[in-house]
């Protein structure tokens, strides 16, 4: 295995960080924190249907990508110990460092968000007191397809997980607690909501808002910090810090 490898509490750690940034998106906070704030009686259970279909969803991608990173694991490990592969992964992720500088940047707002465009499809169905709770496992599934491709935190997760030292039983543990970190938050705020309805409405109002602005500028940051522990691990393998440090 190629040292550049996370093991451990080191790969761990960097699962559960990886977690919490895919956490942040409109699928698995935004979309919640819109439905915590429908007027009336809140329905816990609609948003635990909600998140728990969103979980399902990306543990059922987790597992196939896993499956078929399975069947290739050796040549990945032999591929990524080259000086080729280490070249490519430096160059990877000193483009990922340099392009993060430009994620975030002042956007021109020509109408509503996407957020909020998801809100305005789904309001209806949402709402409908006699309604059955398809439209809600629809929007969930819907939100999590669009975003799964550009969701660079859980493909790189899922990366660095089938090249672990784990077996297939760990890993998928390893992913379901993935899967759990990404609605967490998500479930807090649900909780907070519960026992504290009238003082959360103005907060979870103002994060929405917050989100919604921001979400570009957190991906920004992410995506440089990813792009800097790729080059570093990439460098220090290459060798290129000896007699530096």
């Given amino acids: ?7 451990g509490p080191a790969l761990l750690g960097t699962l559960a960080l990886l977690a919490l940034v895919d956490s942040t998106s409109f699928g698995t906070l935004l979309i919640p924190t819109w439905l915590l704030l429908a007027p009336g009686r809140l329905r816990p259970g609609r948003i635990l249907i909600y998140l728990a279909t969103v ?5 059922a991608v987790g597992v196939v990508l896993l499956t078929i990173a ?9 591929l990524s110990a080259t000086p080729a592969f ?6 990877v992720g000193a483009a990922l460092l340099v392009g993060s500088f430009f994620i975030g940047g002042k956007r021109k707002r020509s109408g509503p968000g996407r957020f909020a465009r998801w809100r305005e499809r789904a309001v209806t169905d949402v709402a409908d007191e006699a309604g059955s709770v398809l439209p809600l496992m629809g ?3 819907a939100a999590a397809a669009v975003e799964v491709a550009s969701m660079l935190p859980y493909l790189i997760g899922i990366g660095l997980l089938s090249t672990s030292e784990y077996d297939a039983g760990t890993r998928l543990l390893v992913l379901v607690g993935y ?20 003082a959360m409405e103005r907060p979870l109002a103002s994060f929405g808002a917050w989100m919604e602005k921001n979400a570009a500028e957190a991906t920004g940051w992410i995506v440089g ?3 800097f522990l790729l080059a570093r691990a990439a460098a220090v393998e290459l060798g290129l810090f000896e007699g530096v440090l």
């Fill in 70 to 78: 399975a069947t290739a694991v050796p040549q990945l490990m032999e």
């Fill in 1 to 7: 295995m190629s040292g550049a490898a996370l093991t």
């Fill in 55 to 59: 979980a399902g969803f990306y543990l």
């Fill in 139 to 141: 929007l969930a599934v």
């Fill in 179 to 198: 899967c759990v970190v990404m609605v967490l938050p998500a479930l807090v705020l649900l909780g907070l909501r519960l026992v504290a309805a009238r």
């Fill in 225 to 227: 910090i990813l792009g």
């Fill in 86 to 91: 280490l070249w490519a992964q430096l160059v």
